[in-house]
């Protein structure tokens, strides 16, 4: 009998984790479907609200009654603000209206809508697996999310049936309900935990709905929910820079506050909440959303005052200076991959900034002598790699989500342009310096026609590093096939400067005879460079169709003419490169 009873337990704890973990799927496939639909738009939206309490609120509220991710939403603004997009209190105001937008799905739920699970499920499977769309594929997943959050509603139901009249569980509950601020406690630490105060409340809710729990006690934990969900953006945010953190920090302060403020005023809201419907899930909704808009009237006069708040507790760092990390990287768009990416070759701009600096000193380096220029350089190499490093990692996370094929291609084309980029970066430091270095070391310096020659060839390379950069940006297929072109420019102007440094020599010319290895070295270098930059014209052109297995078709079809103007008997077939 003991053992029956044992087994009877485990099969509702299992029912309910199983319930509550389906819920929290199904929270997260709305999230993202809606932000693989609408992120960027969403994105947008936020980032358009500075200096307007009133209409940042609002916007707040739109933005996550349709994300439904409150934590969602603090961490895009946490991510804004670090990055000198938006203003700490403009972002405080959006996150009161995010805290009332997500009360809008809880609300929803409060009724009785379980005929409409399989219904949404159904929907959403067919269109999904009928439609080429990414988008509508993202709005038939944020479809069956719904779907399995009303589906998991059920499940927790009705594997929570027996405990109505479970003597245990009363026990245990019993506490807590004489323990209002224990409660709070306990279901902040859970909402944590679970990373999702709507599938808390919602879960409070299914309780409530089955009196499996007190009013009282249901209500509690709803402010803990609340006073958890604050917690999340909060811990998320710890490596940021201070001013993206201080938007989490101040949320925390409005919740925290408004929630022990609450605390005591518990055993007298219930009547006021009873008049508005007995039925306890629409008691336990109308709590969430009035707590929130409570939140919401106290605290939107008070942005400012609680941005200056949390500035004097989080304050910036006396001195602090740029430590040469990634900027634009932002973890919080990997739900909508085409943000993500944009964020990944924005970066890749500031990466190739910095290589792009260290090519245009190294010519400084090879013809001053100065040291210090030679160390700095080299340092720059040390952002280079750091930069390419956080790339790469980034890029790695957006692979893991579901790309379309555009996107997986852009992705590969950031990668390979990052990777170029570090190439140039160790070619620079590793191979120039160290002629730079010999250079210094033999107190040597280049003939006045030659040192001519090698600025004017590091010239046309930085012509060209600036062009790969806008053929990357741009994907101009004109462009892309200009660069191509410049790849056999390059490799002429090499060895037209070679033969004329040999000239030199065969003239006897004695600087020009101390200086060949290195006067030839960095000729070899700075075509090397060029070789890499030009990599990132292919991808453009192997999509619009104008490469062959090794060059432009124009470019083949212009050697095989020239071929038949030598030997005109020749077969027609390209020479092998």
Known sequence: MCLKGAVTHVDILINIFGGVALMLWGIRMVRTGVMRSFGAELRRALSMTAGKPVRGFAVGFGVTAILQSSTATALILSSFAGRGLIGGAAALAIILGADVGTTMVVQLLSFDLHWLSPLLIGFGVIVFLSSESSRRRALSRAAIGLGLILLALQLIGQASVPLRTNESLSLILQPLTDEVLLAVLLTAVLTWLAHSSVAVVLFVMSLAALQVLSMQLALAMVLGANLGGAFIPVVATVGEKPVGRRVAVGNLIMRGAGALACVALLPYVQPYLASLSDHPARMIANFHTAFNIGLALVFLPLVAVVHRMTERLIPDPQGAEEDGGPRYLDPTSMDTPSVALACASREALNMGDEVRSMLAR????????????????????????????????????????????????????????????????????????????????????????????????????????????????????????????????????????????????????????????????????????????????????????????????????????RRRRVHPCAPNEAPSS
């Open 362 to 561: 190294s010519v400084d380096a090879l013809q001053t002598n100065d040291t210090a220029l030679v160390r700095d350089i080299e340092r720059a190499d040390d952002t280079v790699d750091k930069l390419h490093e956080a790339i790469k990692l980034y890029l790695t996370r957006i692979s893991k989500e579901e790309l379309d094929k555009d996107e997986s291609e852009r992705n590969i084309e950031v990668l390979s342009f990052t990777t170029n980029l570090e190439h140039i970066g160790d070619i620079i430091d590793k191979n120039l310096m160290d002629l730079a270095a010999k250079k210094i070391k033999k107190r040597a310096s280049f003939s006045e026609q030659g040192l001519d020659e090698l600025k004017a060839f590091h010239a046309r390379i930085l012509e060209n590093f600036d062009l790969a950069m806008n053929v990357f940006m741009s994907g101009d297929v004109d462009m892309a096939r200009m660069l191509i072109r410049q790849k056999v420019t390059v490799r002429d102007l090499e060895r037209d400067y070679s033969e004329s440094h040999y000239a030199r020599i065969a003239a006897g010319r004695a600087d020009s005879i101390e200086t060949s290895a290195l006067h030839l070295d960095v000729l070899r270098d700075l075509k090397r460079i060029n070789g890499h930059l030009t990599s990132v014209a292919y991808p453009i052109l192997d999509r619009a169709g104008e490469l062959t297995e090794s060059r432009l078709k124009e470019e083949a079809e212009e050697a095989r003419e």
